[in-house]
């Protein structure tokens, strides 16, 4: 069965950094692109960030652009999110979820969910 854990999570000043990790069990992650969600209170879920297979091709939420780095260590079975210059507005639960695809398709099409970890930012 496919399962994703994210972890990393927490509370940080504004301007701090965290490095989310989001690790695959039951299935390895070599062929699915790999996409960050996140989820503020009230608001609807919304794309941050996704990777390819290969590591060779990534895009971002513009809210995100120059701060956030998705990355993936596939021996490790892990992708990463380092997210720096954190604002406020970045407070939210951040999921990470999987499509068997090479590429990054549209983010309706993501998949095999993990239970999400909480950042908060505060000012």
């Known amino acids: 069965q496919l399962q994703l854990v994210e972890s990393g999570g927490g509370l940080v000043q504004l301007g701090g950094s965290l490095r989310l990790s989001c690790a695959a069990s039951?299935?390895?992650?070599?062929?699915?692109?790999i996409g960050w969600f996140r989820q503020a209170p009230g608001k609807e879920r919304e794309g941050v960030s996704c990777?390819?297979?290969?590591?060779?091709?990534?895009n971002y939420a513009d809210s995100v652009k120059g701060r956030f780095t998705i990355s993936r260590d596939n021996a490790k079975n892990t992708v990463y999110l380092q997210m720096n210059s954190l604002k406020p507005e970045d407070t939210a639960v951040y999921y990470c979820?999987?499509?068997?695809?090479?590429?990054?398709?549209?983010?309706?099409?993501?998949?095999?969910w993990g239970q999400g970890t909480q950042v908060t930012v505060s000012s």
């Open positions: 990777i390819s297979t290969s590591g060779g091709s990534t």
């Open positions: 039951g299935f390895t992650l070599d062929y699915y692109a």
């Open positions: 979820a999987a499509v068997f695809s090479l590429v990054c398709p549209d983010w309706n099409f993501f998949g095999s």
